[in-house]
């Protein structure tokens, strides 16, 4: 049974998919803990109707960056996590905690990197053009949405779509990636190659 704790900043769907994938036994793990750094973030709601512990690192209560990846990185290690997962968390991590906890931290994204990395990346696809958009799960690495991807899936971008209706589309698909990433990870399927992520063929049903 691996240990996976998950950081988010608000509404914490993908955390609920989460939740509910370990609950259903699809992820051979246990959820140790929520951490977030915005203390009205509804996750903290999903954590308590389950019983996760959560631990709230409020960036609006630390001086500078610094202060607040301290605290945030003495929460994450006294969890004791194989497995951190980014479901929504919005800030950029600062070096020392992506270093920290390098090939065992993953990040949701709502796009197909590399396209549309960073914030309001529905929107970027929009605004862009695209006809087709989705969802990355990826290792995180001291780069911008920029690590070693291991799950994607692909949605259409309808003509009639807005910021909100592409967002839902693609949430669907979130829904169902997270789950199948962390248990790929979970169940040690997962090896790197270079930067490609590949699916270890002794794993059952490769
Ligand atoms: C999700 O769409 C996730 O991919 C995105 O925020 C949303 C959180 O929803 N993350 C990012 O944009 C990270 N840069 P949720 O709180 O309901 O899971």
Known sequence: MKRIAVLASGRGSNFQALIDAIRDGQIPAVCVGLVTDNPAAYAITRAREVGIPVRVVDYTLFPEKG???????????SLDADLFVLAGYMRILGPGIVREFSGRMINIHPALLPSFAGLHAQRQALEYGVKVSGCTVHFVDEGMDTGPIIVQACVPVLDSDDEERLADRILAEEHRCLPLAVRLYCE???????????????????
């Open 67 to 77: 202060a607040f990846e301290s605290a945030l990185l003495a929460e994450m290690k």
């Open 188 to 206: 040690g399927r997962l090896a790197l190659i270079g930067r490609r992520v590949v699916l270890d063929k002794a794993g059952p049903g490769a």
